[in-house]
C-alpha cells in the first residue's frame, strides 16, 4: 500500500476507523463505505497487524495513515500491545515514536 504521511487526523468528515472483529480487521469508512482495512490477527495480550490496504482511488490522501492512527489508538485503550509485520503499520510506527511503546518486541508470528 502507499501513502503519504499527512495529517491522519485532518478536517475530512464522515471519515471512521471502526474494529470488526468478525472479520478480524479495522476498517476504515468513508461516507458508510468500506474503503480500507488492516486485517490482525489477536491474541490475548497483543494484536498482530497483518496488512493494510486503501482502496487503489484513495491512495495518498492520508487515509491509511489515519486507518493505522485509528487501530494503534484503540489498541493503546483496550490495554493491548501490538506486532507490526505489516510493512505499512512498521513505517508508520518508525516515524511516529509516540506509538513505539504499543510494540510487542522478539514475537514470532507465525502463519
Do not use: W
Amino acid at each position: 500500500m502507499e501513502d503519504s504521511d499527512r495529517d491522519p487526523k485532518g478536517s475530512a468528515e464522515n471519515i471512521a476507523v471502526r474494529d470488526n472483529p468478525g472479520e478480524s480487521r479495522y476498517e476504515l469508512v468513508l461516507d458508510e463505505q468500506v474503503v480500507g482495512e488492516i486485517a490482525y490477527r489477536l491474541t490475548p495480550d497483543h494484536m498482530v497487524l497483518i496488512h493494510t490496504e486503501v482502496l487503489p482511488s484513495l491512495e495518498n490522501k492520508g487515509l491509511g495513515s489515519r486507518l493505522v492512527v485509528g487501530a494503534l489508538d484503540d489498541i493503546r485503550a483496550r490495554g493491548l500491545r501490538v506486532v507490526p509485520f505489516c510493512p505499512f503499520v512498521r513505517s508508520y510506527i518508525r516515524s511516529h515514536p509516540d506509538y513505539a511503546d504499543l510494540v510487542v518486541r522478539d514475537v514470532k508470528v507465525s502463519d
